[in-house]
């Protein structure tokens, strides 16, 4: 068992997606103007809010450099007098058509693809809301421009409620270990999965169970008279806390036991965060959290950095540091 | 003078006017005046006060002019010891007053009837002083181990002016060599009795007895299984006797020993009570036993039998054994490698002339404590190699002690002891002590009292068993500190003799709170100094020091400082590469 956690803060460091990136605030605040200047004047009047990992304090600098800013936009309307959602996505879509490299009417959000000469892409997802509903709940506009009429509806959310529970679940350094675990679950997932299809769990998924099982590991040092964190511990902790939710079920379909896992979203409409994959899928992703629990354990049983590091890196890539050991520390004793 | 001659006639009339005496001037000396006082006892006696120059800041003197008796606290030219000047704060601007209650006093040593409990009290308090004044001669005694009637026969030796009495020759033997730094010429020239009387009883104090009167009050005074010893040594039959009377007086705040010379040359045999012309002299004792200069020295002679292993005869080491050996522990086993240079001196216990001699700290240190204090046994384990590493090849080399103490300086060592006192179950107390740099402080642990912490503890990181620097640093770690201006065998890290004391300080204080049983946990204490020297010398002070030393604690003590995460204590598995078996 060796001390890993300046690597770990080292790595994080690395990963993190700055709570204030100047970039991406100028990216989000250029595409609001031109929503602002070239929005209809049929539409509602709106105000916009953000949404997503980056609100959360969870969000990690994307592995293909495609950045992914959550924007949400509640707009002065009731949901009663639009029955067709679509026709408020329209609006989003209509004022930002032709300014961008793309716009498109995604199920949940409209999605602007970004990308100016010679810069990384960015992708802002704008979530649409009905804000003033007589039961004062909000209101996601779902569907897609030429979806059937069952599969464009309003559903209830509460996209600000879940940013206030996850944010406060825990408070000063112990939320900044929180923040940071969920980013190394993160980077972990996406070193491991494709990022194309649904084979990998989602970010909010990971957030939510993180919400759900993570506790925080800390030591008391009396002698620095301060707090020292162990993320390595906690990581351990929480893989195996994971790994351990799972439970197996019999699919027909496929004619086998898969491992499947089921996490609820703590706020409306409390769906389950793991119900677009399929049971093949979840139990792909059963298989990947043992082997980075049995990897864990192996860090666990090193006495050398070095050694550790080296398992580090299989399971989170380049980015976690490797460190050279040595055989001595300096003293000041003297006699 | 006339001022101060006026002056002084007015304490006078102060105190002929409050006290109803007459003192009156003596004609033809200074500030002297005299009077004649009725004592409590229907006794008049003729007393006189003496201001001196110096008045008030020193009290007058009180003579009784040809006392008739033997008064307490009087000595054999009257004088009266009012009382000890270094023990009270005068009030000099109340010149009347001290002359008013330095009067009263002397009445009231006057007073002390004889034979009173008071009267003997007083007597036994300050009876060396009285015996000195009446003795011509001198002898050194180291009597010890004697039964509350003891009835002993021993010898004295002599070497040039010195005369010594112990239990056995060959203690006193060691004395004159050792301490005294004589060899003895005359073996058996003067044989010795010492009797320990029934109960407190002192003989008239006088210059010259007759025999017969000692020997009534020897016999009056002692046990009847004493007195059949004492009548057949009166019962000899000698031509000449050459002997010391030793008389060992019970008293309540420890016994008093008075000696007499017995000397008598006859033509013929004659029996030793019969010797009527045998000359009886005060012999006054100068005691050197160990139990009475502990005491003395304000120890306990309780930790005469503890021994003691101390590693490393450095600078603190070396100020630990002194203070060890003056604190009444006899033996101290020392291992150290290192030879004493004069580089050492100051900030090491010996200087110049122990340097000179260019010999191992450990043989050096060994002889300069036993000529220091004359029941300490010193070994200087003087292997063919004598470094830490060796020694603690055979691990059976650290039992048979009651407390281990390392002053090295060597973390990794002292972590060797702590993994094989954990290893072996050898349940002794380990002190282990160390300086930090330019003054900011040092610490002293003990370990291996419970078995809860240890000293791996306190190098063991919080969240992983790593081995990390002492974690109750006063400095930030990773910092070299050795300096070296004579080659590498001549580095050395700054810090300076007081530094030292104050770690030795510390660290022996532990020892003997662990010795007498006053400690129960493990511990640490930390001494804080200034930062200023360190920091100006570029380094910088760790979290413990700028906790602590803002919140002005400059002494700290830590219990409970067990790692859930230590190898040696929390008997974790690990993978031991290099394996140890001792």
Known sequence: MVNLQKEFLDFHDKIKLEDENQTLRDKRDILLKKLKDNISDQAASYTHFNQGSYAMGTGINPEDGDYDIDVGLKFDISKDDYPDPITVKKWVRDALNGHTKSVEIRRSCVTVTYQAEGEALYHVDFAVYAANNSDDKLYIAKGKEFSSTENKFWDVSDPLGLIDIIKNKFTGDDRMQFRRVVRYMKKWSSHHFTSNGSSAPTGIALTVLAYDLFNVSSVKDWAADKTTYDDFAALHEFVNAVKNKFGLIWDSNDGCFYHIISQELPVEPYNNLFEKMTNKQIDGFYKKISDMASKLEEVKGKNKKSEACKLLIELFGTEFPATVDKSYVGTSESA | ?582
């Not at chain 2, 006339?2 to 003596?26: A, G, P, Q, W, Y």
């Not at chain 2, 005359?186 to 007895?209: D, G, M, N, Q, T």
């Not at chain 2, 300086?409 to 380990?430: M, Q, V």
């Open chain 2, 1 to 582: 003078m006339s001022m101060i001659e006026n002056k002084i006639d007015k304490l006078i009339r102060t105190i002929n006017d409050n006290r109803n005496v007459c003192f009156e001037k003596i004609t033809g000396q200074q500030e002297s005046y005299q009077a004649d006082i009725s004592m409590s006892d229907n006794t008049e006696i003729c007393l006189q006060i003496v201001f001196p120059e110096q008045f008030p800041l020193i009290f007058p003197t009180f003579k009784i002019v040809n006392p008739q008796r033997f008064y307490a606290h009087v000595d054999s030219e009257g004088v009266i010891c009012l009382l000890d000047d270094t023990a009270i704060l005068k009030k000099t601007e109340l010149p009347e007053l001290i002359a008013i209650d330095c009067f009263d006093k002397a009445m009231e040593i006057l007073n002390i009837l004889p034979g009173s409990e008071e009267y003997k009290r007083e007597i036994a308090r300050e009876f060396n002083a009285y015996w000195a004044q009446l003795s011509s001669e001198c002898i050194y005694t180291n009597i010890e181990c004697y039964s509350n009637n003891a009835y002993m026969e021993l010898q004295a030796i002599e070497a040039g002016k010195y005369r010594i009495v112990s239990n056995d020759l060959n203690s006193s033997e060691c004395l004159l060599q050792n301490n005294f730094h004589c060899k003895a010429d005359k073996y058996e020239s003067v044989s010795c009795i010492a009797i320990r009387l029934r109960s407190f009883e002192v003989p008239p104090l006088k210059k010259v007895y007759k025999w017969k009167e000692l020997r009534q009050f020897i016999l009056g005074t002692i046990t009847s299984s004493q007195k059949g010893k004492f009548k057949s040594f009166l019962n000899r039959k000698m031509k000449v006797i050459n002997r010391y009377l030793i008389l060992i007086i019970p008293f309540s705040e420890g016994d008093i020993q008075m000696a007499f010379h017995l000397y008598c040359k006859n033509g013929n045999y004659s029996k030793v009570e019969k010797m009527v012309s045998c000359e009886v002299k005060p012999v006054s004792i100068v005691r050197i036993d160990y139990k009475f200069m502990v005491e003395r020295g304000g120890s306990s002679n309780k930790l005469s039998n503890k021994k003691i292993l101390v590693l490393g005869c450095g600078s603190i080491g070396g100020y630990i054994i002194n203070n060890l050996c003056q604190s009444g522990i006899n033996q101290v086993d020392i291992l150290d490698d290192d030879i004493f240079t004069f580089e050492n001196i100051h900030r090491h216990l010996l200087g110049f002339d122990e340097a000179r001699l260019h010999k191992n700290k450990a043989d050096i240190m060994k002889e300069w404590l036993e000529s220091q204090y004359p029941y300490v046994d010193i070994d200087s384990l003087n292997f063919k190699d004598r470094s830490a590493e060796k020694f603690l090849m055979d691990a059976n080399r650290l039992r048979g002690y009651d407390l281990i103490v390392s002053a090295l300086g060597e973390p990794t060592i002292n972590l060797e002891i702590d993994r094989i006192l954990h290893a072996k179950s050898i349940s002794i107390p380990f002190v282990s002590c160390f300086n930090e740099p330019y003054g900011i402080g040092g610490h002293a642990i003990c370990s291996n009292i419970t078995q809860n912490s240890c000293l791996r503890c306190l190098y063991t990181d919080l969240i992983s068993n790593e081995l990390v620097p002492f974690r109750a640093s006063l400095v930030k770690g990773g910092q070299n500190f050795k300096r070296n201006i004579s080659g590498c065998t001549g580095a050395f890290v700054p810090y300076n003799a007081l530094d030292t004391q104050q770690t030795a300080l510390i660290s022996t204080k532990l020892v003997l709170d662990i010795l007498c049983e006053k400690i129960s946990e493990n511990k640490i204490i930390s001494w804080l100094g200034s930062s200023e020297e360190l920091v100006k010398n570029g380094f910088e002070t760790a979290p413990y020091f700028k906790t602590n030393s803002e919140n002005e604690k400059y002494i700290v003590e830590k219990e409970q400082f067990g790692n859930r995460n230590c190898l040696v204590c929390g008997r974790r598995e690990v993978e031991v590469l290099f394996k140890r078996e001792y």
